[in-house]
């Protein structure tokens, strides 16, 4: 994707950037997050913050991506040459190779329930957890289906991804909506089931503290592929007559309905089949196929399933190392195809600690006596992305001046200019302020 394509249409743009986060930022970390802070207390801050937080921040990098037209690095050069503020796009680009190293692992597992599934196992199982834990700890089999995954998105990337995804996501994404909600339904049907909605709906506020907090703010962040700047390489591909903030408000919208029925496909089996929702990461990979085994024809189905949740993972993983491609065959589009592949060697061999961390690094621990893997999500999750969106948003409010933020922000809008001014507050005071405080409360300063 060179610095001078342009999505083809705003549909196309829209998909697109709900796909770079609704594959595992919804449909897997959404549920298992939840889960394991409470529910609805987690959910209800989740939308709190999305709007508060989130949607203001990710027109902040809508607007910078559009007016540079540049990477995330260049684009903070152009905008303010000579200043620091291009440390900014470098976080981002170091976050997206961290993330993209254990997020890759998961994406290993989708890729291995697949082949699990087409070679007929998944039919002989009985007990999903345990197969799962089972699969997790075999080192030749994780590393495996994590190399594939990596080599099926490097394969994309290196070739130019703006025409393949863009057209593919106007079919793959709604099929995934549409499939969630058939399976939204059914689980809602299974007896017991009503427990589950009770837990994601009707808060328990004995979970609403620091921690809670904090990890409802980085899957705001995380459910909208912000503050790592991959939205801004994103929006530099777009033409001046989208609107930015409508497109957002889309985007948002999009997330939350996918995290909402990820919720209701997930809690009510969790419930109705004798689970419990602090699984942690492996939820989705637990349930979601005993879900399936109460239906005819279940394992051909769930298989189907994983195919549309490969697709939307590979999306999410697209966007990352674009982000990083990007900056590193900046002007130079013959070194896209190695720096790719080169790249894309470097983020498995990154990942290799992740996906061994439940199996033979199991008892190697870090932050909070967590594992390699959840060490790196709290990393990237809890602090990195949760900074790279403070940093973006004192840029735009603070470090730009108003005047040209709201003409690029209002080009090709036809929205009344009150709707700028509510956005520039949010941005400029009420998302620095509320990313400080939940992040100074979450590590426990007050």
Known sequence: MSQHDNWSSRLGFILAAAGSAIGLGAIWKFPYTAGTHGGAVFFLLFIVFTFLVGAPVLVAEFVIGRHSRHNAIQAFHRIRPGSVWPLVGWLGVATCFVLLSFYSVVGGWVVAYIWHGISGDLAAVTDYG????????????????????????????????????????KYMMPALFVMFLLLALRSLTLPGAWQGVVFLLKPDWSFFNGETMLSALGQAFFALSIGVSVMITYASYLRDDYDLLRSANSIVWMNIAISLLAGLVIFPAVFALGFTPNQGPGLIFAILPAVFAQLPLGVPLFVVFMVLVLFATLTSAFSMLENIVAVLAYKKPERRAPVSWLLGLAIFLAGIPSALSFGLLKDVQFIGARGIFDSLDLLVTGWSMPFGALLIALFTAWAWQRAAVQREAMTGSNLPLWVFDLWFVLVRFVAPLAIVIVFLHGIGVF
């Open 130 to 169: 345990a197969f799962f834990g089972a699969m997790i700890e075999n080192p030749g089999e994780v590393l495996l289906f994590q190399g594939l995954f990596m080599l099926a998105t490097v394969y994309v990337v290196q070739a130019g991804v703006s025409q393949g995804i863009e057209r593919a996501n």
